[in-house]
């Protein structure tokens, strides 16, 4: 077990190591001379000069990408051309509201997707199962973007339940939540569906409903433990969705996470901090897939390890 | 992730299944045709789909309309009035209008970002999977780091440096779908170089690069049609994300995404506003989600 744990990490590293290399040679390759973004349309020759050398791309490029490493141990993402500030610390600073939004809309997918997706396999092919099964394939096709401000004009500007936008009040995480939960609840609620109807065809549970459980134990403790697997992968992969959902359930709702930021610092030109958001986001994503697979192997025992 | 379930019956079907003669062969198009319009959901969104490529081909050819050109007399008029059936925007032009013109470019950026990733995809796909080797882990090391970025901030980030624009917009969008393909086809010539056929083909002495074209590629070729027609909605709403941000086609070109972003500066005065084309966002996405799954279970009934 741990030298899978080990070995399972050590094979994260050349992901993370090409996710950098990446995200370098994006920010290099692509057209436009960044230092004379940064300087402005108003700058000298002499300026943008002095900027090139401050940002070390006077330097040949690969000067350039061992310094760009180097400094990622460190954890030093540079200034922001916007507010002077340590990309770290703009980052930093946005990214609990983030976390927030993704696990309370992860808490609400995993609640109403997987109480759907069982109640979907109970009552199967009656219109209550068609129902459900539909929603997952409109929770995909939802444009998130109008969906919040359809949420909007109905909730905040019609019967004023909730805060339009921002994060002032408690209430505020309401409508985001709900936004950015909708595409993941359909998908959980398919998953958890299948499976549980796989598991409701098996032998120890026609054996418990024999001996007399109560229906409500059946499928609780027989069957949805048994089916829990396959609706966690699904459950993993979905975190790593969220997180960019959040991008675009930030930017509709004023909320103050790094979804928002990266947004923002593309109309600012503040690539420094665009550069610093995609490589956590690929980082994010990276580890989170790490810790779903490492909860496989704690999870069921079944499935060994070579 | 290597792990090993203990064989049980359904693995040994599985392959059982994946062995026998039939999975090699070509789906009959005929036969293939008559279980998709067989197919109540799949249906539906065929005729949205139809319904949508004939307005933005003969829309403007009926209603001749310059997008770029204001109205101001006419300027944010409710549904309904003056002849105007979803009202008007904010620089006085018919909605109705500017949602049939912008058909043409949501419907259009959708296939070529998805014709990109097909045109990039395929080969790399098929050539990691029948090649093997050094090939296959390169192009896979490479596929694993494309994927751990969320589509919507690839798409963001290669926006950010390459410009806004139709053309950037669809390299941005057909970037995030390669790595769909690349998995796909690769798990079929996997599958596929092991085929009788296929073998045959070679114990001919016929050239790799010509196995892989005239064998490999045609019978890998059922499911990238379905996974296209998903993979269409998916790049719907990811182009008009980037018009919503004011990141992707630029104004007046009147791209449903675009159109929305403009509509969220009245959503308080003009809710309509953004009704509209985020509903024709939306059911262009159902329509190619519903084909998509129907033509899954039209061109593979063993999954059905």
Redesign the interface.
């Known amino acids: 077990m741990i030298t899978y744990v080990a070995r ?1 990490v050590l094979a994260g590293v ?2 993370l190591w ?2 950098a ?2 995200v370098f040679f ?2 290099r390759l ?3 001379d960044p230092a004379r973004v940064i300087a402005g349309v108003l700058a000298s020759p002499e300026d943008v000069e002095r900027i090139r050398k401050q940002m070390g791309l006077d330097q040949p490029l690969w000067v350039q990408y061992l310094d760009f490493m180097g400094s990622l141990l460190h954890l030093d993402l540079g200034t922001s051309a916007h507010t002077n500030a340590p990309v770290v610390e703009e980052i930093g600073s946005r990214l609990p509201y983030t976390i927030e939004l993704a696990l309370v809309a992860l808490a609400i997918a995993i609640t109403a997707g997987i109480l759907a997706g069982i109640v979907a396999a109970i009552r199967r092919n009656t219109w209550l199962d068609l129902v459900i099964s539909g929603l997952s ?2 929770g ?8 919040g ?2 949420m ?2 109905l909730f905040a ?1 019609d019967l004023h339940l909730f805060p339009a936008a921002g994060a002032d009040e408690p209430a505020s995480i309401v409508m985001p939540a709900l936004t950015l939960a909708l595409f993941s609840v359909g998908l959980i609620a398919r998953m958890t569906r299948s499976s549980m109807l796989e598991v409701l065809g098996q032998d120890y549970v026609r054996t418990a409903r024999a001996k007399g459980a109560p229906f409500r134990v059946v499928v609780f403790r027989h069957a949805l433990r048994n089916a829990l697997l396959p609706i966690m992968t699904v459950i993993g992969l979905q975190f ?2 969220l ?3 959040a ?2 359930t930030e ?2 709702f004023a909320w103050p996470g790094v979804g928002r930021l ?2 923002d610092s ?2 600012f030109r503040d ?1 420094p901090v ?1 550069q610093g ?2 490589l956590m ?3 994010t ?2 580890v989170i897939n790490l810790l779903v ?1 490492l909860t ?1 192997a704690y999870v069921d025992p ?5 | ?6 064989a049980s019956t359904t693995a040994e079907a599985f392959e059982a299944e994946s062995l026998a003669p039939e999975a090699a062969a070509s789906v009959r198009p005929a036969a293939a045709w008559r279980r998709l319009v067989g197919h109540r959901s799949a249906v539906l969104g065929l005729s949205v789909l139809t319904i949508y490529a004939v307005a933005s081909i003969v829309g403007p050819i009926l209603f001749p309309f310059n997008p770029g050109q204001n109205q101001l007399t006419t300027v944010l008029f409710a549904p309904g009035q003056e002849g105007h059936v979803l009202g008007t925007d904010n620089f006085g032009r018919d909605e109705l209008l500017l949602l049939v013109y912008g058909a043409r470019y949501t419907l259009s950026l959708g296939v070529m970002a998805v014709a990109l990733g097909i045109i990039v995809g395929v080969p790399l796909g098929s050539v990691s999977g029948y090649f093997g080797g050094w090939a296959d882990i390169i192009i896979q ?2 596929t ?11 798409a ?8 806004v624009g139709l053309r950037n917009v669809v390299i941005a969008v057909g970037v995030s779908s390669v790595p769909s393909f690349v998995r796909l086809v690769r798990a079929d010539s996997l599958r596929l170089r092991e085929l009788p056929f296929v073998e045959a083909a070679r114990a001919l002495g016929v050239s790799p690069w010509r196995i892989l074209l005239r064998h490999v590629i045609p019978n890998a070729i059922a499911p990238v049609i379905v996974q296209a027609t998903l993979q269409m ?1 998916f790049a719907i ?1 990811l182009a ?2 980037l018009g ?4 992707g086609v630029q104004p007046p070109t009147p791209e449903w ?1 675009e159109l ?1 972003g403009e ?2 500066n009245y ?2 005065s003009d ?1 309509n506003l ?2 509209f ?3 024709a ?2 059911a262009a ?2 329509a190619f ?2 084909v998509g ?1 129907g033509l899954r279970d039209a061109l593979d009934p063993r999954l059905g």
Not at chain 1, 140 to 147: A, E, G, T
């Open positions: 399972r050349p992901t090409g996710v290399t990446v994006m920010a692509l057209p436009g394939v409109f995909v096709s939802m444009p998130v973007y109008w969906l401000l359809m909007i004009i500007i790593g969705a997180l960019g959902g991008v675009v930017t509709v990266l947004v593309i109309f690539y665009v958001l995609v986001f690929g980082t994503f990276v697979d496989y079944r499935i060994h390890y070579s | 992730m290597h792990m090993s379930i203990p090391r490479f694993d780091v494309l994927l751990a970025f969320p589509p919507i901030v690839l963001l980030a290669l926006v950010a440096g390459l410009g909605g709403l008009a994300s919503f941000f004011g990141l995404g929305l509509a969220r959503i308080f809710p953004a009704t084309p985020g509903l966002i939306f996405v159902l989600n519903l799954d």
